[in-house]
């Protein structure tokens, strides 16, 4: 296999992230965008040139935003060979959200997930359970469940089991949020839940738990 088709190789479906894209206007399905982790890239970049055979470097981009220049060592003749993009800051975390997006879409042009803007358009039914949170425009909390990867997108091995969601034996009516939490997507859905949290007719000593979680996973979605 050549270096390019190392680079342009699916990933697993555990690396797939997905996010919303539009909301229908009658809110009751979402349009779902698939996307890599930065750590999947970076991964991915180790794996095939070797922690030492590639460096990103990052400038201020026109306008404002970052842009990434991502270099890659060819193993065969040492040359250093340099593909970049940009992206502007995120709302949240503008600094550490910009330079992720800018890795992210520098290796794009090195070929590194790029077949994912060749999947079909998937909309998502909004309901009262599901793998993923999502607020609507009428600040109602749903959830939706991310469509399945086509087999052309995933690797020929296969991609491994998805992983058990966590469940809980207290049946104290907290287990949708807990779910909530666990899965939001993204930093803005977890904002939107503290919001919503706060409002509960619960105890301070029910509350903890969740905020200890939201805490946790808070973490996890800054790394």
């Known amino acids: 296999m050549t270096i390019m ?3 342009k190789e699916p990933f697993c479906a555990s690396d797939i992230d997905w996010r919303v894209g539009q909301e229908t206007k009658d809110g009751r399905k979402v349009s779902a965008l698939a996307y890599l982790t930065s750590r999947a890239v970076q991964q991915r970049l180790d794996d095939v040139f070797g922690p030492f055979g590639w460096a990103s470097k990052y400038v201020e981009g026109p306008g404002g935003g970052v842009v990434c220049e991502l270099s890659c060592r060819n193993p065969d003749s040492g040359e250093w060979v340099t593909k970049s993009d940009g992206a502007s800051n995120t709302d949240f975390e503008a600094v550490k959200g910009g330079l992720s997006s800018a890795l992210k879409r520098a290796a794009v042009h090195w070929g590194i997930g790029r077949y994912l ?3 079909p358009m998937a909309w998502c039914e909004l309901k009262g359970r599901g793998q993923n949170y999502h607020r609507t425009k ?3 909390s749903m959830y939706w469940d991310p469509p399945a990867l086509p087999a052309w997108a995933l690797p020929k091995t296969g ?3 998805p992983k ?9 009516g907290l287990q949708e949020w807990r779910d909530a939490i666990q899965y939001a997507p993204d930093v803005e859905a977890l904002q939107a839940l503290a919001t919503d949290m706060a409002a509960l007719d619960i105890s301070d000593d029910q509350k903890q738990p969740l905020r200890n979680l939201y805490t946790k996973r808070i973490l996890e979605l800054k790394k």
């Not at 058990?164 to 104290?172: F, I, L, Q, V």
């Open 138 to 140: 009428a600040k109602v």
């Open 164 to 172: 058990a969601r966590p469940t809980s034996g207290e049946d104290d």
């Open 5 to 7: 088709e190392q680079l």
């Open 117 to 119: 803007y060749d999947l």
């Open 159 to 161: 991609a491994p089991a």
